[in-house]
């Protein structure tokens, strides 16, 4: 099988899930001119879109990271909301693929090994050791490393875009997402949310696969 990605998605799909992956991962690193200045690229993103709907989510996104980043109330309620969700030890949804593939719900399984080893693949290294590879905005930053490379024509990218898709982040994102959107209680943390659950369908739907 060859993967096809279309150049549309891949740059779309960079971006988007660049901003996601900082987003879920570190958005204490992101100062409020960031998040604005993120907004910018909703014409790109609109190429994962399936549906109107799907776009609609994807322009409150936008609005959204314009108004925490320009309102700083705004900006002080959403980095409130990601300490008590995000970064609290007893998080109430965990963030890490080895708990959801993992029949026990375990952390630092053989999945957390492999994901680690697929960076590796690439170059990647984690700046803290002790941290599991597999945190969900870790995942989704390495899928917009995948999709700026295939969008340059790397076949090595692209085929490993696909492959690290089927492995790992499209067979849990999608659950874990879910569980967010069940959790979060502010606007901008539920569009985030909203619009990650988008990226996650439209990424999924735009693999197309020629039998070789």
């Not at 170059?123 to 995948?146: K, R, S, Y």
């Not at 849990?172 to 996650?200: D, H, I, M, R």
Request: net charge negative; with cysteine.
């Amino acid at each position: 099988m060859q993967a096809m990605l279309q150049t549309g998605v891949s740059l779309g799909g960079t971006s988007l899930f660049s901003c996601l992956g900082m987003l879920l991962y570190r958005f204490q690193g992101m100062n409020a001119a960031a998040l604005a200045a993120h907004s910018a690229s909703l014409p790109q993103w609109e190429a994962l879109c399936a549906s109107e709907a799907d776009k609609a989510t994807l322009r409150a996104f936008a609005q959204m990271l314009h108004t925490a980043g320009t309102n700083e109330e705004e900006y002080k309620t959403a980095t409130a909301e990601y300490a008590g969700v995000f970064q609290n030890p007893t998080a109430p949804v965990p963030l890490w693929e080895s708990f959801w593939v993992s029949s026990e719900h375990l952390y630092f399984t053989q999945e957390t090994h492999e994901v680690l080893q697929w960076y590796r693949t690439f170059g990647l290294e984690l700046v803290a050791q002790n941290e599991p590879a597999d945190h969900i905005g870790l995942e989704m930053l390495f899928v917009a490393i995948l999709l700026q490379g295939a969008a340059k024509g790397s076949p090595q990218h692209g085929e490993a875009m696909v492959l690290f898709w089927q492995e790992h982040i499209g067979v849990w994102a999608g659950p874990c997402l879910e569980a967010l959107q069940k959790t979060v209680e502010t606007a901008f943390w539920q569009a985030v949310v909203a619009a990650g659950q988008v990226a996650v369908k439209g990424m999924t739907h735009s693999m197309q696969f020629d039998e070789k």
